[in-house]
């Protein structure tokens, strides 16, 4: 029951940001379904105890290659699939908590959640740069061979 | 190469293109790339654009002026960007000449929204209930979720239009979501408010922005990422000051 709540909740959630940053409206479902590609990717690895940064590496990677290749598909520049597909793994909860711990006047505990923020979004970075890297090559191999 | 008042028509319509893109928040690169490429492919081949976060700058050459042009917002509009593409690749494929890109680049700067504001909202309030889940909150606190988040994005547009300031903006959204969620489980409507806060507050969390401030940086682009990232930080600060009054009261 578990995993058909978080199907359907990423999609929605990611569906909702696409409209929400005016994604064209006949991309809006597979931008959520990218989504759900992405969260799936997360949440299967922390299930498998890997840690949120690997987990966020990964996430980010598939939804850069999905995104790659709606946009040759729709002839859409790719940032229209991918802005809204890494967003449920984006660390905004430990920046919450980061905040919440200044307020609460525990600057160390607040400097160790920020930090992990700055991790976790580095990696998802990392991810969207080393499918970016991929897709280039893939791109170059194929226009050699014409 | 053509008549010096066709050339300023011609220069007029990358600089468009390069401005709007950059108010939708096209990467730095696409938008230096989309101008080159237009202008490339009007026989300009030593044409060079150079695009920050708040400027464009273009030249078309030696014996043309360099134009600048200011770019005073930036929000995420990824409709338009999609649109400005399309007109990019038939320019550069002389499926369209500069006159009627010129044109169909002003419509694009008149028009409004792709998503209405009423289901901009629906949508926020949407994405706000889903992300309890996401983050594993119990199914107790969608609603009060759904509710914040519709409630907090009303006021996100509300103030931005009535003062054209988005900081103040979020921070007075991020104070309505987190009084909102504070109020709720105080009268017993939620359990728990801190994910009530943090899925209320996801439509309005610059993840998007910080990490599209750094793919600038790690392409090279300095000065865009630099102040796209201040931009970012300066909205995560906001929102968090928010929430941090409003938590405050509690």
């Given at each position: 029951m578990d995993w058909i709540y978080q199907i359907i909740c990423s999609f929605?959630?990611?569906?909702?940001?696409?409209?929400?940053?005016?994604?064209?409206?006949?991309?809006?479902?597979?931008c959520g379904l990218v989504g759900v590609l992405g969260w799936m990717v997360y949440y299967i690895l922390t299930l498998q105890q890997v840690d949120a940064v690997p987990a966020s590496f990964f996430g980010s990677f598939a939804v850069a290659i999905a995104a790659h290749m709606l946009a040759r598909w729709y002839k859409m520049p790719m940032i229209v699939f991918s802005v809204a597909g890494i967003i449920p793994f984006v660390p905004g909860g430990m920046a919450y908590e980061a905040m919440r711990a200044i307020v609460g006047?525990?600057?160390?505990?607040?400097?160790q959640y920020a930090t992990r923020t700055g991790i976790i979004t580095g990696s998802i970075v990392m991810g969207f740069v080393t499918a970016e890297v991929l897709a280039n090559a893939v791109n170059r191999v194929r226009s050699a061979r014409i | 190469m053509s008549s010096p008042q066709n050339q300023r028509l011609e220069i007029e319509c990358f600089l468009l293109a390069g401005k709007l893109?950059?108010?939708?928040?096209?990467?730095t690169f696409r938008v230096e790339d989309t101008m080159?490429?237009?202008?490339?492919?009007?026989?300009?081949?030593?044409?060079?654009?150079?695009?920050?976060?708040?400027?464009?700058?273009?030249?078309?050459?030696?014996?043309?002026?360099?134009?600048?042009?200011?770019?005073t917002s930036r929000s995420f509009h990824l409709d338009k960007i999609s649109r400005i593409n399309d007109i990019s690749r038939k320019l550069t494929s002389h499926q369209l000449t500069v006159e009627e890109a010129y044109e169909a680049l002003l419509r694009i700067e008149a028009s409004g929204q792709a998503v209405r504001p009423a289901m901009q909202i629906f949508f926020a309030a949407m994405a706000s209930g889903s992300f309890?889940?996401?983050?594993?909150?119990?199914?107790?606190?969608?609603?009060?979720?759904?509710f914040a988040g519709g409630f907090g994005y009303i006021f996100l547009l509300l103030v931005q239009q009535a003062t054209k300031i988005k900081f103040f903006a979020e921070f007075i959204s991020s104070l309505v979501i987190g009084c909102t969620a504070a109020a709720a489980v105080h009268f017993g409507l939620g359990i728990e408010t801190d994910k009530i806060i943090i899925s209320a507050v996801m439509p309005l969390v610059p993840g998007v922005a910080i990490t599209n401030a750094l793919r600038d940086l790690i392409a090279g682009h300095m000065?865009?990422?630099?102040?796209?990232?201040?931009?970012?930080f300066l909205t995560a600060l906001c929102i968090g000051s928010g929430i941090a009054v409003a938590l405050s009261f509690m």
């Open positions: 929605l959630a990611t569906l909702g940001l696409a409209a929400v940053f005016q994604a064209p409206r006949k991309a809006l479902v597979s006047y525990e600057y160390i505990l607040s400097l | 893109l950059m108010q939708s928040g096209a990467e080159r490429r237009m202008a490339i492919s009007q026989g300009y081949t030593d044409a060079v654009s150079y695009a920050t976060a708040t400027g464009v700058f273009f030249s078309a050459g030696h014996d043309t002026p360099t134009r600048i042009v200011h770019v309890v889940l996401l983050f594993q909150g119990g199914l107790n606190d969608i609603p009060v979720a759904v000065v865009s990422g630099v102040s796209k990232g201040i931009e970012a």
